[in-house]
């Protein structure tokens, strides 16, 4: 049996020789002046394309070589599966086999993945519909899709590529896959730790074992990325508090048989737990030692905190940048005693060199215009670096609240030393957004409101918003619309177009209403970065229709004043909004205050609003969120205040678990609500994180407590006449705009309030 397997290899050697002689022998031609180039075997390659490809031209000579270099040449063009070339005296034929080309590319059993993203990505690999079909690049892709199935924790997810052929020179691939099911972490082991237990260190981690929220997070779906990330949270979770030796020994992942269930170990050594025991200053601190000790955080005496270090080394550094210094370094360089578990710290300071700006870059606003964005910014291209001036320009991008990220990098200029580039990338969000409202109630069951809105009309900056309500007993149809750079300056114009009629008496469609149009122009002028004082003047008119149930304070009203009440109030107004983002605020603080004063027409009194608004951050996880609204308005010119400029409370907005604007006064029936010259409301919300979504601020849980109510022109504000409530709610910054559920029970009430447990809206806060 050996004997006869050497005689056939040795046949096929010898076959292969005999080969190889015939081909040098063919080639080896003695050169020739060509006199033509002929070629043969085209479809759909253009000859245009072998001619440019040849390395000689009719009346060159031709040799070996020179044809080995055709043959090499054309080859590299990935359009021929043979190639060859035949001398027909002193004319030279080239003989081309074309590669078929791909008519279709086919998806079977694909599920997880858009059609459409892998499309893109075969392309880039170099397969789609018209392309030369090359069987390397088919196994490739192959292999590229089961990647991308393993980044979805889907290991045991089979791609079978069929090649079809079909007519004129072409085939059909076809990528059938069977993706079977993800596969899970079941197991999750931390060993070597002894301060904290297992379940605290698990705590930590974004991968888990899969809880009633993995279908949305897929938090127990294993990712190379998400492990990394885990372990950095476990060595920032022991440096910051005192493990300043902390390591990650080792990390296992172990996949079952059946590629379904997936094991992580993870092995750390805490080492000991240290005291900050000092710190000093050393470098070059711009002779403002004094200051830049203001701003250390690391807390003597107490156990390491790498967070305070970062936090104290990123504070002297933005406060080098705030005199210009781009470049500056600062070393927080430990001095360890490890006999008595102390460390001291020398904080290293170089400014560097001074730097100013040359250019600034916007990137990410496929939409937003780049005036808009850069309209916001206080520093310059051309100016001295200011570290303070480029966060105040990132927080105003932020407050303009069109993107979900805004984030500023610092680039040197190459070949200059003194020069650095900014550039500011964003993360657009949809600025349109349709406002829903709906509630139940005994008298319309359902009732529903909707509104249009664009805070970014057409990428320009613009507000533009149609509100629309169709209920039975309050309709409305508000127009308005906000130019807030009207002039180059920022000073803001808004005008409002509006018509709203409103049947107070719920039960009755016969009953009286309330019908309040006109129109208002208004204009924001910047007095600050945070500040912004306004002025305006409205034109309304209020028609009072009678009706079922009229009550008699409007009888009263109408035979004074008519069934028609004209007004031009002047409205001045003052805003301070110091939050670190407008769709959803972490920290900081939002004032407003608004006084409309109308002193001429039938309806002449005063109105006064405050609202003021405080985030607090109480973790990383946790904010606590207050918020007051209070209320003012009184008759001017011996005349009473007039009932339809009423504050209303309940509901959304206010007091959640009564229903909306039925805290207050009322007629003597107890059955319509008739609004107050007055208003208190008060309201106190934790935001946390919704479980299993990780730090997700767009979707959130809070625990919320209301208090407040509104009070007649001649009625004494007295606080145990406020009703309260407490409850739980979800909120969402959906596409559509921001989504709230709450869920409230009153604590505080009487037998006549109108209770609604279960609310939502969408545009709208607190």
């Given at each position: 049996m050996?004997?006869l397997?050497h005689?056939f290899?040795l046949h096929?050697?010898?076959?292969m020789a005999a ?8 080639l080896a ?7 033509d ?5 085209l479809q759909r390659v ?6 440019a490809?040849?390395?000689?031209r009719i009346?060159?000579l ?7 270099a055709a ?6 063009l ?8 035949d001398a027909?005296?002193?004319?030279l034929?080239?003989?081309?086999e074309e590669?078929?080309?791909?008519s279709?590319?086919e998806?079977v059993?694909?599920?997880e993945f858009?059609?459409?993203v892998?499309?893109?990505?075969l392309?880039e690999i170099g397969i789609?519909e018209?392309r030369?079909?090359d ?13 991308q199935y393993?980044t979805?924790s889907?290991y045991g ?7 079809t052929?079909v ?5 059909k691939?076809?990528f ?6 993800p596969s899970k972490?079941?197991e999750i082991?931390i060993?070597?730790?002894?301060s ?9 981690l974004?991968?888990d074992v899969?809880g009633?929220?993995s279908w949305f997070?897929?938090?127990d779906?294993y990712s190379r990325?998400k492990?990394n990330a ?5 060595r920032s979770y022991y440096?910051?508090?005192?493990f300043?030796e902390?390591r990650v020994?080792?990390?296992q992942?172990?996949i079952?048989?059946?590629k379904?269930?997936i094991?992580?170990?993870i092995?750390?050594?805490e080492?000991e737990?240290f005291v ?5 200053l ?7 030692d004094?200051?830049?000790?203001a701003l250390?955080k690391i807390g003597?005496?107490q ?6 270090i ?5 504070a ?9 210094f781009a470049?500056?370094?600062?070393d927080?360089r430990p001095?360890?005693d490890?006999v ?8 290293q300071?170089?400014p560097a060199r ?6 600034i ?5 496929n939409r ?7 309209r ?12 303070e001036?480029?966060k105040?320009?990132r927080?105003?991008?932020d ?7 805004v984030?500023?990098e610092?680039?040197e ?5 003194d020069?650095?580039d900014?550039t ?16 139940f ?5 359902v ?7 664009q805070e970014n009309?057409?990428g320009?900056?613009n507000y533009l918003a ?6 039975r007993?309050?309709?409305a149809?508000v127009?308005s619309t906000t130019?807030p750079?009207?002039?180059p ?15 107070p008496?719920?039960g ?9 149009s006109g129109?208002?122009?208004r204009?924001?002028?910047p007095?600050s970065?945070?500040d912004?004082?306004?002025?305006g003047i409205?034109?309304?008119?209020t028609?009072?229709n009678p009706?079922?149930n009229l ?5 009263q009203?109408?035979?004074?004043f008519g069934?028609t009440s ?12 110091g ?5 959803v605020?972490?920290r900081?603080?939002l004032q407003r205050?608004n006084?409309d004063l109308s002193a001429?027409?039938d309806?002449r009194y005063?109105?006064t ?6 985030y607090?951050?109480l973790s990383?996880k946790?904010?606590?969120?207050l ?11 011996n005349?009473?205040y ?5 504050y209303?409370?309940g509901?959304?907005?206010?007091v959640?678990g009564?229903?909306?604007?039925t805290?207050?006064?009322t007629?003597s029936t107890?059955t319509l609500f008739?609004g107050?010259?007055?208003?208190i409301?008060?309201?106190a919300?934790?935001?946390?994180p919704?479980?299993?979504?990780g730090n ?9 407590t ?7 022109e001649?009625?004494?504000v007295?606080l145990?006449?406020l ?7 979800l909120?969402w910054?959906s596409?559509m705009g921001?989504?709230?559920?709450s869920?409230?029970?009153?604590m505080k009430?009487?037998?006549t309030d ?5 609310q939502?809206?969408?545009?709208t806060?607190?």
């Open positions: 050996n004997f397997s005689r290899r096929q050697v010898c076959v080969a190889a002689l015939a081909s040098m022998t063919a031609l003695e050169p020739f002046k060509l006199k180039i002929r070629i043969e075997g253009e000859s245009g394309t072998v001619f490809s040849l390395p000689f009346g060159d031709y040799n070996d070589d020179s044809g080995a043959i090499r040449a054309l080859f590299a990935g359009l021929f599966k043979d190639v060859r070339l027909q005296g002193d004319v034929v080239v003989i081309v590669r078929p080309s791909v279709e590319v998806w059993g694909l599920k858009d059609k459409e892998l499309v893109k990505a392309k789609s018209g030369p079909f069987k390397a690049l088919a196994d490739k892709a192959e292999q590229e899709l089961k990647r393993i979805r889907l997810a089979e791609v079978l590529t069929t090649v052929p007519d004129r020179n072409r085939v691939l076809t059938t896959i069977t993706e079977g099911g972490i079941k082991r060993t070597g730790n002894q904290f237990s297992e379940g605290t260190l698990k705590d930590q974004i991968l899969g009633w929220m997070t897929k938090s779906r990325t492990l885990d372990l950095e949270s476990l440096l910051a508090r005192g300043l902390f020994d080792s990390t992942v172990a079952s048989a059946d379904q269930d094991s992580i170990a092995n750390v050594t080492g737990r900050v025991s000092g710190v000093k050393e470098g070059n601190y711009l002779g403002k004094d200051e830049f000790k250390v003597l005496g156990p390491y905190n790498a967070e305070t970062a936090i104290t080394t990123k002297f550094t933005d406060y080098f940048g705030k005199f210009g470049f500056a370094r600062v927080a001095e360890i490890r008595n578990n102390r460390v001291n710290f020398v904080l300071g170089d001074r730097a100013y700006v040359r250019r870059n916007v990137a990410g606003n937003t215009r780049d005036e808009v964005i850069r916001e910014f206080r520093q310059f291209e051309s100016a001295w670096y200011d570290s001036k480029i105040l320009s927080d105003r991008v407050r303009l609240g069109f993107f979900t990220e984030n500023i610092t680039q200029v190459p070949a200059t030393n020069q650095v900014l500011m990338t964003v993360v657009e969000k949809p600025t349109g957004s349709i406002s829903l409202g709906a509630g109630s005994s008298a319309e069951n009732t529903l409101s909707f509104g249009v809105r009309a057409f320009s900056g149609t509100e629309i309500n169709t209920s007993y309050n309709r149809f127009v130019d750079y009207f002039t300056d920022g000073i803001s114009r808004t005008i409002d177009v509006f018509q709203r009629t409103s049947r008496y719920l009755d469609i016969n009953a009286y209403s309330l019908v309040n129109a208002g122009l204009f924001g002028v007095f970065e945070i912004t004082v306004y002025f409205n034109f309304e008119q028609t009072i009706g079922n009550p008699n304070a409007y009888v009203y109408v035979q004074q069934y004209t007004a031009l109030p002047l409205t001045v107004g003052w805003s301070r909004d939050r670190d983002s407008a769709l605020p972490n900081g603080m205050f006084s001429t027409g309806a005063i109105r609003n405050y609202q003021v608004q405080q607090t951050p990383k946790f904010t606590l969120a918020n007051a609204d209070l209320g003012w308005g009184q008759g001017l010119s005349r009473p007039p009932l339809f400029k009423n209303f409370v509901g959304l907005g206010s959640r009564f229903q909306q604007s805290l207050g006064p007629d107890n008739l107050g010259a007055k208003k409301v008060m309201n919300e934790v935001l946390a919704f479980p299993g979504a997700d601020r767009t979707l959130r849980l809070f625990g919320f209301d208090v407040g109510r509104a009070f007649g001649n009625e004494k007295s145990k006449e009703r309260s409530s407490i409850g739980i709610g909120s910054i596409p921001p989504l709230r559920f869920y409230a029970l009153p009430r009487t037998d109108k209770i609604q447990k279960l939502f809206q969408i545009g806060s607190f």
